[in-house]
């Protein structure tokens, strides 16, 4: 069978006038004048993209903090490795962020920032003599705080904290598992047995490990019990926190909490199908509203809070 080419001379057009507006000129972006500040750099931005989208967030943070509604920042390893620590701890101390979600390997990393001040990563060649995990400073410290702490039936987050703030430390105004424990921030760890590294460390006993996680996961849940017309964002986790979160959110329902309204957002260049439907499409029902900012979270989470700061203005310190 021979194929011919189609002929679109019979084509029908459609007028520009009947096309639906999808912005107008006011959306576009702006030359930014040097020297003129951040609120002009912000002006200056399109408000269309995932530029809308932060304003968008940026809006829903603002009024939650007004009207003292939580937000909540859970965050992915990513979040410290990428130099953001100082910029949460602020946030913390400013009262912006209400609650922090960890995971495993963020704890780890936060941990190793208060230690050295800095973050480290194995090199490959230890792969082959089994000493890529393991560190034995960070496993120490994570695993006797949670050992001990299950004596006082806390969480990983406030045994951790407790221990970092007893610790001679000098690095301690870098980590943010610290300075929530400080300010009375609620911090929860889920830890994923057999890839966070702490969970092998000799010092670690599963039994207060398993209790301390669970322990956690019922404060998180406590927590987005009290978030309806708060804020939720999830920044550099595709696997753990967004169905962690989801999981939480289930369990307070079921037990018969209202939790409506709620903004939702993922910061992540390379989220999951997974993490965008049940951070942005479900945990936002009923009744809110989810972004995905699919863009670098060493420079989205930044300008979000700068814009946020810069709205707020003299309402924080």
Known sequence: MTIKPLSFTKLTT?????RKVDSEGMDFAAPYRAGSGLENFLCSLPNLGCAADLFRLRDAIVTAHRHNHQVILACGGHVLDSGLGPLIC?????RIISGLALTGAALEQDVEIAILGQTVSPRERELNSGNYCLTEETGCLINDAINFGITENWGIGKSVGQRLLESEFEHLDHSIVATAERYGI???????????????HPASHGESLGASAFRDFRLLA??????????????????????????AVD???????NIEGV????????????????????LSQPDGQGYWLSGPDEILVPLLFASVLEALGDEVV
């Open 263 to 282: 903004t939702t957002a993922v910061i992540d260049p390379a989220a999951s199908c997974s993490a965008i439907t049940d951070v942005v499409t479900r």
């Open 222 to 247: 406590g927590m987005l019990a009290e978030s309806s017309h708060g804020v939720i964002v999830n920044v550099a986790s595709s696997v753990i926190m967004p169905r962690v979160l989801l999981q």
């Open 186 to 200: 609620p911090v929860t760890v889920h830890p994923a047995i057999g890839a966070d590294a702490f969970g092998m």
């Open 90 to 94: 602020r946030l913390i101390e400013q």
């Open 251 to 257: 369990a307070a329902r079921n037990v018969g909490q």
């Open 14 to 18: 459609t007028p520009l006038a009947d």
